[in-house]
């Protein structure tokens, strides 16, 4: 892992450190192809070099959240999109067991807009 990566998952406390750790494994395997890096300061995964999705805490309630880039072509239930144009979020609970079935539904239908040409990677 990169420093800077390894720096944000470690200044982290519990539970939400290991609740973001559990989405970056889950986000890690969900294709052979999605590698991690970080921009703007977070967690950013990449398909193909193709910003993918970022894990980040939302700033009132420190909860984890993953922020789907190309979330305005998704609709799934689980999905919020705010006052974003583009985005879309899926909250989960650092204190509660994560919807490990949700959340791979929904990244194997964003990758799937990468895999299937509908957003176009390099």
Same mark, same amino acid.
């Given at each position: 892992? @990169?420093?800077?990566?390894?720096?944000? &998952?470690?200044?982290?406390?519990?539970?939400?450190?290991?609740?973001?750790?559990?989405? =970056?494994?889950?986000?890690?395997?969900?294709?052979?192809?999605? /590698? /991690?890096?970080?921009?703007?300061?977070?967690?950013?995964?990449?398909?193909?070099?193709?910003?993918?999705?970022?894990?980040?805490?939302? +700033? +009132?309630? #420190?909860?984890? &959240? $993953?922020?789907? !880039?190309?979330?305005?072509?998704?609709?799934?239930?689980?999905?919020?999109?705010?006052? =974003?144009? =583009?985005?879309? $979020?899926?909250? !989960?609970?650092? %204190?509660?067991?994560?919807? !490990?079935?949700?959340? #791979?539904?929904?990244?194997?239908?964003? @990758?799937?807009?990468? =895999? %299937?040409?509908? !957003?176009?990677? +390099?």
């Amino acid at each position: 892992m @990169l420093p800077k990566l390894e720096q944000f &998952y470690l200044s982290k406390t519990e539970p939400q450190k290991g609740c973001l750790m559990a989405l =970056r494994d889950l986000i890690l395997k969900s294709d052979e192809l999605v /590698e /991690e890096t970080i921009k703007y300061g977070m967690p950013c995964f990449t398909y193909p070099g193709k910003m993918f999705c970022y894990l980040w805490t939302d +700033k +009132k309630t #420190n909860e984890p &959240y $993953i922020l789907f !880039v190309e979330g305005k072509l998704l609709n799934h239930p689980m999905l919020e999109t705010g006052d =974003r144009a =583009r985005m879309k $979020i899926f909250k !989960v609970r650092s %204190n509660e067991d994560l919807p !490990v079935d949700q959340i #791979n539904e929904v990244l194997q239908s964003a @990758l799937d807009l990468y =895999r %299937n040409g509908i !957003v176009k990677v +390099k």
